[in-house]
């Protein structure tokens, strides 16, 4: 099972992830920040307000991204 093991803020909403097989991406999530709960991560503040969880990333705010997504949508660091 795919797991995201640490992140690194770059800029903007840009992150760097590093997944349980040791690679690396660049992960863009601005065109995602839509909608109700992922829209309020627009705010920077809250955008970095975020954590590991066992398996992904989680922001404050309860919003989370599956390890796949990620590793699909990002490029290789």
């Given at each position: 099972m795919l797991r995201v093991i640490d992140i690194d803020y770059i800029k903007d909403y840009e992150l760097l992830i590093t997944f349980s097989d040791h690679s690396k991406k660049v992960v863009d999530l601005r065109p995602y920040l839509t909608g109700e709960v992922f829209g309020e991560l627009l705010d920077k503040e809250k955008f970095i307000q975020y954590g590991l969880t066992h398996t992904t990333?989680?922001?404050?705010?309860?919003?989370?991204?599956?390890?796949?997504?990620?590793?699909?949508?990002?490029?290789?660091?």
């Open positions: 990333i989680e922001w404050a705010n309860g919003a989370d991204l599956a390890p796949e997504f990620l590793y699909e949508i990002g490029t290789v660091a």
